[in-house]
């Protein structure tokens, strides 16, 4: 599932490949996946040219002339290519946009599950609620710290859900998560509002640089992008936790552990990432 650094890396290859270009028309094979319906859709699109393309968290901002929007976003599996017009279309294309300059931009999805909505630029908070309630991206002007200590002192849930959702931080996903976690030696399993102000900034500075880090790893990539856009790029190097579970910690040689945390895999290191105390007196209990 792309992340935030896939989906920026994605919005960047994007911007560096059709920005500036115009629509011609759209060809909409699976209706589902647009709103309003297809009919609508594809006829407020022709003639439009897409002037930038902005992202937010995880979804992708194409801004066209004419003051509209298209949200979309790839959930699973989407993925973005452009292609000279007419060639081969592959199984899983299920939107082309195709372009006045003789070429295609193209949406696949092989599980269907991506989205795009057209709505009038200005107005997509109104529109979709998750944009309406994301918490703050990831970076150092718009994650500070008294944000983080008021939101995690006002909850009790365990980090990683916590972190995982959308509306208290943008854009973390599983992945990243578990890295941070790792890098901050903070147990996935502690409750939010008993982490203490050193270890807020020690986490926040963590995913600030984690995920600057990864979006710089991902661009090295963007080469590949008329083919494959959104492929993993070459940060999964540099990963410490994550698909590691079996291994010696990179710190300490303790084997790193996979567990279910509210139904998502979480890998850690049992001896940089202690029990919080809570836990640690349950399990000697029982
Ligand atoms: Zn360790």
Known sequence: MPELPEVETVRRGLTQLVAGATIDHVDVYYPKMVRPDAEIFTADLIGRKIEKIDRRGKYLLFRFSGDLTLISHLRMEGKY????EGSPIPKHTHVIFHLKDQRELRYNDTRKFGRMRLV???TEATELKSLA????????????LAYMQRVFGKSHKIVKPFLLDQSK?????????????????????TPADTLTQAQLSVLRQN???EIA???QGHGTTVHTFSTAF???????NELHVYGHEGEPCERCGTEIVKIKVAQRGTHFCPHCQPYP???QEGLVDD
């Open 230 to 236: 959104g492929e993993t790029g070459d940060f999964q």
């Open 277 to 279: 105390p809570e836990m």
């Open 213 to 215: 880090r990864a979006i």
């Open 207 to 209: 995913i600030i640089a």
């Open 169 to 189: 931080i943008a854009g973390l996903g599983n992945i990243y998560v578990d890295e941070v976690l790792w890098l901050s030696k903070i147990n996935p399993l």
């Open 133 to 144: 309630q994301m918490g703050p991206e990831p970076t150092e002007s718009a994650l500070t």
């Open 120 to 122: 009038k630029t200005g």
């Open 81 to 84: 290519d452009v292609q000279p």
